[in-house]
């Protein structure tokens, strides 16, 4: 009985997903290679798993291309759409029937677009039933709206599929048209492709590259990711035309309007606010080194250049400086002489940086002395914790077994600026170069 049980459910739900398969059938249309957005990112392509996903197959002979893209009856509709004032838009989409590239694709999703200024767009595209990832925007100041021109000068939205057009008010030509491919939103992976109005493409993420304009030849970067495996990648497209892919939060876009690049950037920093200018004396020509060992072959290295007149301003002492490569100490035998460092550099005109590495040991200092800034630490609980909030996350850096502090902690915050000011007054110096924690 129970056997005869599974097996109707198993031939139900085969017969289900056979449904779907049968029912839904791409729309494949004559779209220009260059125009082809992949249905298929990942390694492994075939004309039957490219069916699977309900998308279209055909092989070239160019590599670059892909052989599974997009059909024009993936994505989502506009169910309704209100425009509450001149400057703002809204609009709940629902996914069209189709089948799942990755699995958990969100069914309604909700866009909410204003002109925030003139001269500034910002459109964001994200689950209303569940709260996602967003990246916070608490060191935005600049987000108050001042428009001038209403959305519907700049912003369009076609129904079916659901598709932004961006264009400039001045001349109505387009910068940002995302009709070429469906919008993916599933609970792990989430696209958005756009079609651009020229090649010109830069910046756009910390990635190595060789020209400043990016290459638009089906070239794919991570975003923001140079050291570290990515969570967001860009392709560009012949189109010309980007994609971008993430695998988590929602999409939230700001698109800057401006005549130069000058004028772009300003836009930019209207809405996150201008950088710190740096101290003139930091351009100059540095020096640093790992394990010089000791103060004498410091003195010695910045003598010898000296002797030759290189014009460098600045000498950095590495985490040797330290006692056993503890945070805020110095050792008192092969650096004895540090605090007076500072004053023999600034005779010459020069600077001196140290460099701190901030996960602090919780071992003892020489002489089985306490080492102060660990105690003090902990009794403020400023250390990363466990999932239990309480017990210190404990790895091995430099110094050996380590704590780390957590920077998002008010506590942790008060008591870094303490251990900074305290070794300040012991050790002179110009700047920190603060490493991250490895």
């Known amino acids: 009985m129970s056997t005869f049980v599974i097996t109707m459910y198993v031939y139900f739900f085969f017969n289900l997903l056979s449904e779907i398969t049968d029912t839904f059938v791409p729309t494949c249309p004559s779209i220009p290679l260059g125009e082809r957005v992949d249905c298929f990112p990942e390694s492994g392509a075939s004309e ?53 590239l990755f699995g958990g694709h969100i069914k309604e999703l909700a866009l909410d677009a204003e002109m925030q200024t003139n001269n500034r767009l910002r459109f964001k595209i994200y689950d209303p039933n569940k709260n996602r990832f967003e990246v916070p925007h608490e060191y935005v100041s600049s987000l108050n709206n001042n428009p001038s021109s209403p ?77 570290a495996f990515p969570n967001g990648v860009k392709t560009a497209h012949p189109a010309p035309a980007v994609t971008y892919r993430t695998i988590g939060g929602v999409l939230d876009f700001y698109i800057f309007f401006g005549d130069t690049p000058e004028q772009v950037v300003y836009e930019f920093l209207e809405l996150i606010g201008r950088p ?34 290189l014009p460098y301003d600045i000498q950095y002492t590495d985490i040797d400086y330290m006692e056993d490569k503890k945070d805020f100490t110095y050792d008192k035998v092969n650096f004895a002489e540090l605090p007076q460092f500072a004053d023999y550099l600034h005779e010459k005109g020069q600077r001196y940086i140290l460099i701190l590495d901030p996960a602090i040991a919780t071992s003892k200092r020489v002489g089985n002395a306490p080492y102060e800034p660990y105690d003090r630490g902990t009794a403020k609980n400023a250390w990363v914790t466990e999932s239990d909030g309480k017990t210190p996350l404990v790895g091995e850096v430099w110094p050996g077994e380590t704590v780390f502090p957590d920077y998002t902690n008010p506590n942790c915050i008060a008591w870094w600026v303490d251990e900074y000011e305290r070794f300040y007054k012991e050790v002179k110096h110009d700047a920190l170069w603060i490493v991250s924690q490895f």
């Open 48 to 100: 039957e798993k490219c069916q699977e996903r309900g998308c279209c197959w055909s092989p070239r002979d160019e590599s670059n291309v892909p052989w599974c893209f997009f059909p024009t009856n993936h994505g989502y509709t506009v169910e309704s759409q209100e425009t509450s004032d001149a400057y703002v838009m809204k609009a709940k989409l629902t996914r069209m029937e189709s089948p799942s």
């Open 276 to 309: 710190v200018i740096p101290a003139y004396w930091s351009l100059g020509f540095q020096l640093s080194r790992w394990n010089y060992g000791n103060l004498s072959t410091v003195k010695e290295t910045v003598e010898r250049n000296r002797a030759v007149d």
């Open 151 to 227: 959305i519907n000068n700049t912003l369009q939205i076609t129904q079916k599929p659901f598709g932004l057009i961006v264009r400039r008010k001045e001349n109505q030509n387009v910068v940002f048209d995302t009709r070429m491919a469906p919008l993916v939103f599933e609970d792990q992976y989430l696209q958005l492709s756009a079609k651009l109005p020229s090649h010109n493409i830069y910046g756009l993420g910390e990635h190595v590259h060789r020209q400043y304009r990016h290459d638009t030849n089906w070239k794919t970067w991570p975003i923001f990711t140079r050291d």
